[in-house]
C-alpha cells in the first residue's frame, strides 16, 4: 500500500462513525494493562502464602511487569510506527492472553518472576499502540482530547479498579484468577479490533535500530533496580555497578539517537519545555497514585484485616475520581490553562499522600475513601492533560513513538511508586522488635513481609502471635506514613516545577488538514 492509499483508508476511517467503537476497543486495552499493573496488590497475601517469596522477591514480583514495559515501550512505539500499531496491538494482545495463563499458573517465586516480565514484554505493545492510533484517527483537536481524556481515565482508572476486580476474584477463586480474567477480554479486543481499528504506519520509517532496543531497555530497568536496591540494602557494589551501567547504556542509546537518520526516539523533542515538563509531570502522577493504591492495598487487608473485595470497593472512589476528571481534562485545560490543570492535578495526588501520613489501623473507610478520590481526581486531571501536550507536539507520522514516551513515563512512574516508596516501606519494616519467645524462624518469616507475620502470627500461641502481629502491623503502618510523607513531598515540588515548565503551553483548536 503507497503512503497516499494508506492515508485515504486512515483518514475513511475517521470520517467513519465508528472511529468512537475503535476508541472502545482501545480503551479496553489500554484498561487491562493497567489493571494488570495493580491487580496484583490484593493478591499478594495469598500469593505469598502459596509460593513464599522473600521480600526481596515480592517486590520484584510486584513491580517487573512495569520494569520491563518501561524500558520497551520506546522501542515498541517505534516498532508499531514502522509495522503498523494495528497490527503490533493485535500481535500484543494474543501475547497477553498467552502469558497470562503462564502467570496464573507459575510454582514458585522466580517463575513467577519471569512470568510477569514476559507479560511486560506484551503489555509493551499495546500501549503505545493506543494512543498513536487516537492521533491518527481523531484529527480534530477538540474531538481528539475528548478521545485522550476518555483514554486517560481508563489508564488512570485502571491502576484503582485493579483492586475491585482482584477483591471480587479472591473472593471466590485462587490467586492465579486475577491473570486468566485476561483472557476472554484479549479475545473481544482481537476479534473486535481486527474489523474496527484503521492501520496506520509511519510511510517513511527507515529501519528499526536494535541495538537502540537493547539499550533502552538495560539502562532502564538497571538504573530503576539499583534506585531499588540502594533504598533497602544502601550503595553496595553490586548496586553502583548496575546504576553505573545503567547510566552508561541511557547516555549511549541518547547519543546513538542523535546520530542516526531514523532514531527510536527523537530525543531532540525534550528541548521543548513543555514536553520535558509534561512528561515529568506524567512520570511522578503515576508514582503517587500508583504507590498509593499498592501500599494501601496491603494496608486494608494485612492492618485493618479486611477481606480482598472490601479493601477494593474502599479504594474505588480513585477510579470514580479519575475518571470524572479525565473526562473534564481537555475542557479544563483550555478554560484555565495547561499549567493550572497539571500543578492542580499534581497538588491534589500529594493532598492525598499527605494524608495518608496520618492514617493508622483505626483510621475510618471515609477518611480513606476521601484521600482516594482526591488522588485519583488529580492523577485523572494531570496524566490527561500532559498525554495531550505530548501528543500534539509531534507529527502524527511519530505518534508511535511520542505516545511511548508518554507510556514510558506512566509505566516508569508505577515501577517506582511501588519500588522506591515500597523500599521507605521495607526499610523501615524490618526493623521493628519481635516480642520475647518469638522463635527464630517466625521472627524471620516476619521480618521478611507483613505477610509472611500474617503467616508466621498463625502458627504461635495466641497471645504470642496477637503481641507479633501487632508489632509488625504497627511497623508497616510506620513506613507507610513515611513513605506518604516522603511522596507528598516529591509531588508538591513537581506542582512547583510544572508550574514554571509548562508556562505558555496551550492545547490546540485548529482541525487538522
Known amino acids: 500500500m503507497t ?3 494508506q492515508k485515504a483508508t486512515v483518514d475513511g476511517a475517521i470520517r467513519a462513525p465508528g472511529r468512537w467503537l475503535a476508541l472502545a476497543v482501545l480503551v479496553l486495552a489500554v484498561l487491562l494493562v493497567a489493571v494488570d499493573a495493580t491487580v496484583l496488590g490484593l493478591a499478594t497475601p495469598f500469593l505469598s502464602e502459596d509460593l513464599q517469596p522473600t521480600g526481596t522477591q515480592l517486590l520484584w514480583i510486584g513491580d517487573v511487569y512495569s520494569f520491563v514495559i518501561a524500558g ?26 498467552a502469558v497470562s495463563v503462564l502467570n496464573a499458573y507459575a510454582t514458585s517465586p522466580e517463575m513467577m518472576i519471569v512470568a510477569r516480565a514476559l507479560l511486560g514484554v506484551a503489555g509493551a505493545t499495546l500501549m503505545p499502540s493506543t494512543l498513536a492510533l487516537i492521533r491518527n484517527i481523531f484529527h480534530d483537536p477538540k474531538e481528539r482530547s475528548v478521545a485522550v481524556g476518555i ?3 481508563a489508564a488512570s482508572a485502571g491502576a484503582a479498579v485493579g483492586p475491585v476486580v482482584g477483591g471480587f476474584l479472591l473472593e471466590h477463586f485462587w490467586w492465579g484468577s486475577v491473570f486468566l480474567i485476561n483472557l476472554p477480554v484479549m479475545a473481544v479486543l482481537v476479534v473486535v479490533g481486527v474489523k474496527l481499528l484503521p492501520e496506520s504506519r509511519d510511510p517513511n520509517p527507515g529501519p528499526w535500530d536494535l541495538v ?9 530497568v538497571a538504573v530503576v533496580y539499583a534506585i531499588k536496591e540502594a533504598a533497602v540494602h544502601g550503595f553496595t557494589a553490586d548496586v553502583a555497578a548496575a546504576g553505573a551501567i545503567g547510566a ?14 531514523s532514531p527510536l526516539l527523537d530525543v531532540r523533542l525534550f528541548h521543548h519545555r513543555g514536553f520535558s515538563g509534561a512528561v515529568l509531570a506524567d512520570l511522578l502522577t503515576i508514582l503517587g497514585l500508583s504507590g498509593l493504591v499498592f501500599f494501601l492495598s496491603q494496608f486494608l487487608q494485612l492492618v485493618q484485616m479486611r477481606t480482598p473485595l472490601e479493601a477494593g470497593l474502599i479504594e474505588l472512589p480513585a477510579a ?12 479544563l485545560a483550555r478554560r484555565a490553562s495547561v499549567r493550572s490543570a497539571v500543578s492542580g492535578g499534581l ?56 505516545s511511548a514516551v508518554s507510556e514510558t513515563a506512566y509505566e516508569l512512574g508505577a515501577a517506582l511508586g511501588i519500588a522506591l516508596l515500597g523500599s521507605v516501606v521495607t526499610s523501615l519494616y524490618r526493623g521493628f522488635d519481635t516480642p520475647a519467645g518469638v522463635p527464630a524462624d517466625a521472627a524471620a518469616a516476619a521480618h521478611e513481609s507483613l505477610g509472611g507475620a500474617v503467616e508466621a502470627a498463625k502458627s504461635l500461641p495466641g497471645e504470642e502471635g496477637a503481641a507479633m502481629l501487632s508489632a509488625a502491623q504497627d511497623a508497616f503502618t510506620g513506613g507507610f506514613q513515611t513513605a506518604a510523607g516522603v511522596g507528598a513531598a516529591v509531588l508538591f515540588a513537581t506542582a512547583v516545577a510544572a508550574w514554571f515548565l509548562l508556562r505558555g503551553q496551550k492545547l490546540e483548536d485548529g482541525v487538522e488538514h
Open 3 to 5: 503512503s497516499t492509499d
Open 72 to 97: 520497551l515501550l520506546v522501542s515498541m512505539g517505534s516498532l508499531g510506527d514502522r509495522i503498523g500499531r494495528k497490527k503490533l496491538l493485535l500481535i500484543g494482545a494474543m501475547a497477553f492472553g
Open 151 to 153: 483514554w486517560g481515565a
Open 212 to 220: 537502540s532496543v537493547v539499550l533502552s531497555l538495560v539502562g532502564i
Open 248 to 261: 552508561g547504556a541511557l547516555y549511549w542509546f541518547v547519543r546513538r539517537q542523535l546520530t542516526l537518520p
Open 320 to 331: 470514580v475520581g479519575a475518571v470524572g476528571a479525565g473526562l473534564m481534562a481537555g475542557h
Open 347 to 402: 497538588t491534589a495526588v500529594g493532598l492525598a499522600l499527605a494524608a495518608c501520613t496520618a492514617i493508622t489501623a483505626s483510621t475510618g473507610i471515609l477518611a480513606q475513601s476521601l484521600a482516594l478520590f482526591l488522588g485519583g481526581m488529580g492523577a485523572g486531571l494531570a496524566f490527561t492533560v500532559t498525554a495531550d501536550v505530548i501528543l500534539s507536539s509531534v507529527p502524527k507520522e511519530q505518534a508511535g513513538a511520542a
